[in-house]
């Protein structure tokens, strides 16, 4: 028996071998685990600063130093469905938001006021434009006092207050708070109509335009005197109306 064996023996001192390393023998666990986890970080060094790729992905062709970077490229390359647009190529990760992105080039709109009829493309919205027929304005502008029913209504005008119109007509020089007023007053300049009624087949420059017009097909009015319970179709018939009310109070 060697030296070392017999006062290992002598003192009934278990020896820890190192996993994957026959030729080493550990009085703690801890030191065999230490040796083993040098072992493992000057291995994964020595892949680092050699060329040997032994790792490979058969669908790309491609191959990796560690089994780490290849499921990481196949998690990230690989690891989900890609969903292209067939209009304008634009890609996305979940087939719920390439039918969303669809609504962009088909002006599909299926959600519906019930109050005005009046139509939009995402849920969000149509909620948001639900807060119009309600008589409640929350949002109140600390400079000149107007309120608004929505918030954005109110970031919008506070732009007013800053005279910031960053979206400038390249054909004219009016400028704008928001792109979408500079896209409706563009087609002043292009006579562009891309709003058209489905029954009549008339066209016109703005949705909301659209939108007025079918109350005439519809013959829905939204608009309601509250002294005398007549419904108008348009807000300024509306008010309008109400003239003959403020004389007979006056």
């Known amino acids: ?53 032994p790792f490979s992905f058969g669908v790309c062709d491609k191959d990796f130093k560690s089994k780490e970077r290849l499921k990481k490229h196949v998690d990230t390359e690989h690891g989900e ?5 067939n209009v304008c190529n634009k890609i996305f990760k979940k087939k719920s ?3 969303l992105h669809l609504r962009v080039h088909t002006d599909e709109r299926p959600y519906k006021c019930l109050v005005c009829f009046a139509s939009f493309k995402h849920w969000n919205a149509c909620h948001s434009h639900r807060v119009v027929h ?4 929350p949002h109140k502008c600390d400079l000149c006092g107007q309120t608004f029913k929505l918030k954005h209504g109110l970031y919008v005008h506070l732009k007013i207050h800053s005279k ?14 928001q792109k979408q007023n500079l896209n409706a007053h563009i087609r002043i300049h292009s006579n562009e109509r891309p709003y058209k009624c489905k029954v009549c087949l008339v066209s016109f420059k703005q949705l909301v335009h659209l939108n007025q017009h079918m109350r005439v097909h519809t013959n829905e009015r939204p608009y309601e005197c509250k002294v005398c319970r007549a419904s108008f179709r348009q807000l300024t018939s509306l008010n309008s109306h109400m003239r003959i009310h403020t004389k007979e109070f006056t």
């Open 97 to 99: 938001n390439l039918k």
């Open 164 to 177: 910031d119109r960053p979206f400038q007509c390249t054909f004219c020089s009016a400028s704008f708070i």
């Open 1 to 53: 028996m060697l030296p070392d064996e017999q006062v290992m023996a002598e003192f009934n001192v278990e020896q820890f071998p190192a996993k994957r390393c026959d030729r080493l023998r550990f009085i703690h666990g801890k030191a065999s685990a230490s040796h083993v986890t040098r072992i493992q970080s000057l291995k994964k060094r020595v892949k680092v600063h050699s060329d040997d790729r």
């Open 81 to 85: 469905e890609h969903f292209n647009c």
């Open 134 to 137: 309600d008589d409640a304005r």
